[in-house]
């Protein structure tokens, strides 16, 4: 009896160990495939590093090839009329409609206009601008460039207003959240700081908006109040989109235009279901580095240009686009674009 029941044993343990060997070969088979999958049909990343850079565009002769080639492709259009009957006048390093007689170069009718950088160093900033994902300086611009804080301080505010974001609404399922961009009261001088104020007290308040793709949409607001917030929430959402947001009282009453989610902060609850803000709160994580890291301070006037460079980067200028697309996306942002220096300081 004994023998009998040690044999049973045995033939039941053989019949375990096989299925669990025949399991594992399973297992193991489709993680092979699943990495042959991935390297064979995932799109590597292609970065560009300095050295790279400067190999592909050695010269200004370089950059105007390739920016004229994001302009126009291989059909050159006047600027002035659209006409494609155009001439090219090398010794001026531009081109002559035959239609209106008219002069023109690359930079005609771009961000680059009127500029009187050469645009190789304007690509090399370019470069800069959408490899940083925290931002770049106009003292560390400067110093990479060889020309003065002021002339790289101008720059920078041109390319934050070529990645001025698109009026294209968010919809399906969008992320609603708030920052408040600021010195803390805590670290003023006795004489700045405001009696009973705390937290976002005195601040500028930033309006975010992020979709399941990972597109952001931002910009200032006066105050949080429920007009201001459901305004907003019509200019850059879809009716009938699912959106999330938490506790605050101004966003109440929305669900007449919209699935309305919410998660309780204050609670401590970061997820509720479908419910949460994790993702905006992830891109308010990566502007306040740059603020904080980078910038140190963001002024009112300004601060919708500055939100403009990190939407930017978080959209068509990501770190997981090849950064030669990301340059490409900036270049082709730069036409129809234009912004004089006695606008921008006294706008």
């Known amino acids: 009896m004994g023998l009998f029941l040690f044999v049973v044993w045995v033939y039941g343990n053989t019949l375990v160990l096989n299925k669990l060997k025949s399991t594992l070969f399973y297992l193991l088979m489709f993680a092979i495939l699943g990495q042959i999958v991935y390297f064979c049909y995932m799109k590597k990343i292609q970065t560009l590093s ?3 850079f400067m190999s592909r565009f050695p010269d ?3 950059a105007i090839k390739f920016i004229e080639n994001k302009r126009w492709e291989e059909n050159i259009i006047c600027p002035y009329c659209n006409s494609h009957e155009v001439v090219s006048r090398p010794a001026r390093k531009g081109h002559r409609c035959k239609k209106c007689r008219k002069d023109f170069t690359v930079k005609t ?22 490899t940083n994902r925290k931002g770049i300086s106009s003292l560390q611009l400067s110093k990479e460039l060889g020309m003065t804080q002021k002339s790289a301080w101008f720059l920078l505010q041109r390319l934050r207003e070529t990645g001025k974001q698109s009026k294209e609404m968010l ?22 700081k405001t009696p009973g104020s705390q937290g976002g007290a005195n601040k500028d308040i930033v309006k975010g908006f992020r979709d399941k793709d990972g597109k952001v949409k931002a910009e200032t607001i006066p105050n949080i109040q429920h007009l201001t917030l459901k305004e907003k929430i019509n200019k850059n959402i879809t009716k009938g989109a699912v959106i999330c947001t938490d506790e605050l009282k101004g966003y109440n009453n ?3 235009d919209y699935t309305h989610l919410r998660v309780n902060h204050s609670a401590k609850e970061f ?9 905006i ?16 301070h963001f002024s009112t006037k300004h601060l919708n240009r500055y939100i403009n460079e990190f939407t930017f980067r978080q959209n068509e200028g990501n770190c997981s686009i090849d950064t030669i697309d990301r340059m490409t996306a900036l270049c082709k942002k730069s036409v129809g674009k234009s912004l004089k220096y006695k606008v921008l300081i006294n706008g």
């Open 281 to 296: 709160e992830s891109f308010w994580a990566l502007l306040k580095r740059g603020y904080y890291g980078t910038y140190h």
């Open 50 to 52: 300095v050295y790279d």
């Open 271 to 279: 997820v509720n279901g479908m419910a949460t803000t994790n993702g």
């Open 60 to 62: 200004e002769k370089a």
């Open 171 to 192: 919809d399906n399922f969008v992320e609603i959240d708030e920052a408040y961009i600021g010195g803390k009261e805590a670290n003023k001088h006795a004489n700045k």
């Open 254 to 256: 929305l669900s007449d």
């Open 109 to 130: 009718g771009t961000i680059f206009e009127h500029s009187n950088i050469k645009l190789h160093k304007w690509l090399y900033a370019m470069y800069l601008f959408v």
